[in-house]
């Protein structure tokens, strides 16, 4: 089994900054990518950025040099920097990490841009 539990979202302005979380716990060892995914109001998931153990990155069009996925293996948590922030970015944000056992998520953070 495994655990994820992201946080850091809220409101902020367009323009602004905002940094997310995902801590892992549980049978995490065989993890090699894990990625963030949103849920705006009203669409479909889709995915924003994913990493590799080893930190081999790529990133959706909408938020390429805008946000930045990284990790700490040793925290065993992975971390999505958000700046200049778009209405656009509103949404619900996930981490996911697929594993042997299964496909996993977080409960989800909501991070709100708007003035």
């Known amino acids: 089994q495994v655990q994820l539990v992201e946080s850091g979202g809220g409101l902020v302005q367009p323009g602004g900054s905002l940094r997310l979380s995902c801590a892992a716990s549980?049978?995490?060892?065989?993890?090699?990518?894990m990625g963030w995914y949103r849920q705006a109001p009203g669409k479909q998931r889709e995915l924003v950025a994913t990493?590799?153990?080893?930190?081999?990155?790529n990133y959706a069009e909408s938020v390429k040099g805008r946000f930045t996925i990284s990790r700490d293996n040793a925290k065993n948590t992975v971390y999505l920097q958000m700046n200049n922030l778009k209405p656009e970015d509103t949404a619900v944000y996930y981490c996911n990490a697929p594993h042997s056992t299964g496909d996993y998520w977080g409960q989800g953070t909501q991070v709100a841009v708007s003035s």
């Open positions: 549980g049978s995490i060892s065989s993890i090699n990518v």
């Open positions: 990493i590799t153990r080893r930190g081999w990155k």
